[in-house]
């Protein structure tokens, strides 16, 4: 991150990461390179999870339109880039095969559905997996963790739309109910605690 993500975030966002977990050396363990990715989608611009796109340049990149206009515009259009927020201007650079740009619900292939969850921040993209063994949904940061998503939901800190993100994650509850589905929270370690890792897998 030296050099790349502005001072401030580093401060606030002190990255501890090991080598291995880096996203080339997961996608090894699972016999994979990033060049045999295709389909990229993020499911906002913030920095920790639009990071790495320059692994992916031959990728179709799919983004939710509303934060992928709003992060180009905070990193452009202010010269301070300690006030970008939780955007990073070399995330937003990066050239890619072709970026999507998603408002509306649709079936990125068939099995797995994108959903749009807007109030972190203005647009995000959930991801509704359906497979053999069950439905998994992963709504990112729509959801950081089991005490946000309750019920009752609770806000976050980091918040663009507090209505937008209470409906969001009524909505991802209602799914969940449909499907009788397994939500995966973005940011809770107890719970990443109990998932599969690379190279297990869900099928
Ligand atoms: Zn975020």
Known sequence: MNGYWQEILRQIYPLYQKPEEQLDRQLALCGAKPEDIKTVVLSHM????????????????????????????????NPNPNTHGGYVKGDMDRQVAQYVMIDEDCELVPGVEIINLPGHTPGLLGLVAHLPSGVYILPQDCIYSSEIYGPPA???????????????IEKVRKLEKKYGAKVIFAHDEAFFKTLKCAPAFYE
């Open 154 to 168: 609770r806000v976050s800190g980091l918040l663009f739309d507090n209505i937008a993100f209470m409906k969001s």
């Open 46 to 77: 913030h920095l920790d999870h639009a990071g790495n796109l320059q692994l992916f340049p031959h990728a179709t990149v799919y983004v939710p339109k509303l934060d992928f206009m709003a992060a180009q515009a905070q990193v452009r259009l």
